[in-house]
């Protein structure tokens, strides 16, 4: 990062009230979690950050605020006067920052920068209901409309941002998410149990995982006595109670684990225990857990779907999600091959290796710093801001407009 770069302060208003707590907002929160506290140890630019929060997850932002940070939660009495053009002038905003993709503030005054994880809604679309994908569908059109830059989480993303909403390629940017380095993980733990396959996802439909527990019971059918376990993690919602009385249809139940939601610490541990990692996704933005997972050197079998072979290339086995019998024999094919799984794992480390989490914190400061307005812009943001709250000029109302023109270049010369 250059030398001027470096120099220069960023004030980012956070826009986290669509955050969830626990794990329902999926992969996604720990990866802009993750960003938000490496743009906070950047020796610079240097950034500070205005939280907007909603009430059922402050506390978990709050926790991660440095002295730098500010916070205001949208139930807050003063946020309805705060979050309006004026109150972003006022706080020297410079950046509306947009991470979960919605733009709640577009007429906030600054350059907005939004975050897009997939286009699940236009490209799967009866994998969410009618009134979601009606959701999605209003939120996308205001974001392709109000926001000035696209952060999207894979090449394969980004074509589909363009392809879907017309977005101009130059408008568009993208950042890898390689978090993998978050877990403390000191080693593979020797298998003291069953071997098992691994599947951490929430349990969405296009999870697939009505595929991926037929595929098991064909692939234990297959593999008798010496047959590996299934053990499944990802935030409590209705449809685990479907897939675990399709795993008791199926004669597997006894076979399939459902962990529920688990910690960082809980992940880590399944993570250095798991034989592989299974992974049949029929769409995904990016794929945290197959990064994870090579970064460990656990041998991966995952779909051909998305972004899924942008990431792992050829260092996995991939294979058509739609196909139960398909993966059954990827999975059996692994299970009785020490010297694949040896292979794979060897090859997931190396491909692991490409991805650098400091590389792409790198990308997202640079794109904050070139848009965020000059002080000509400030300039005539100020005078905007006083015309349209009903400026009436007078000798003191141009001694102001006089001395903010001078905070202005004063501030400018001194970054």
Known sequence: MTKSLTRKRVKVAVDL??????????GVKPAILEFIRALQRLPGPHFSFYFITATSTHREVESIATERDELICIDWPEADASLTPTGFHEKRIDI????????????CGVPIVAMVVDL??????????????QWREDYFGQMARCANRFQVISDYTGERLAHHYGVPVRKIFRT??????RLKITGISVQSGNRFFFYPANFWPHKNHEVLLIAFQIYRNQAGATAWDLVLTGDDDPRRRTLQELAAALGIDDHVFFKGHVSDG???QLYSSA????FPSLHEGFGIPPLEAMKLGIPVVTS???????VVGEAGLLVDPRKPRELADAMGKLASSEQLQSDLGCRGSERAKGFSFQAEVAVLAEMFVKVKPTWKKRLRRRLALWWANGCVWSRAKA?????????LVRTALSR
């Open 17 to 26: 009230t669509p955050m969830l707590p626990g794990g329902a907002n999926g």
């Open 96 to 107: 509306l920052y947009a991470p979960f993709g919605m733009v709640r503030f577009p007429d």
């Open 120 to 133: 699940l809604h236009r490209d799967y679309p009866f994998s969410i209901s009618q009134a979601e994908r």
């Open 176 to 181: 890898y998410l390689p978090i993998q380095d």
């Open 266 to 268: 809980e992940l880590a």
């Open 275 to 278: 034989s592989a990692l299974v």
């Open 304 to 310: 051909d779907a998305g972004s899924l072979r942008e």
């Open 399 to 407: 001694t102001n407009v006089y001395r903010s023109f001078r905070s």
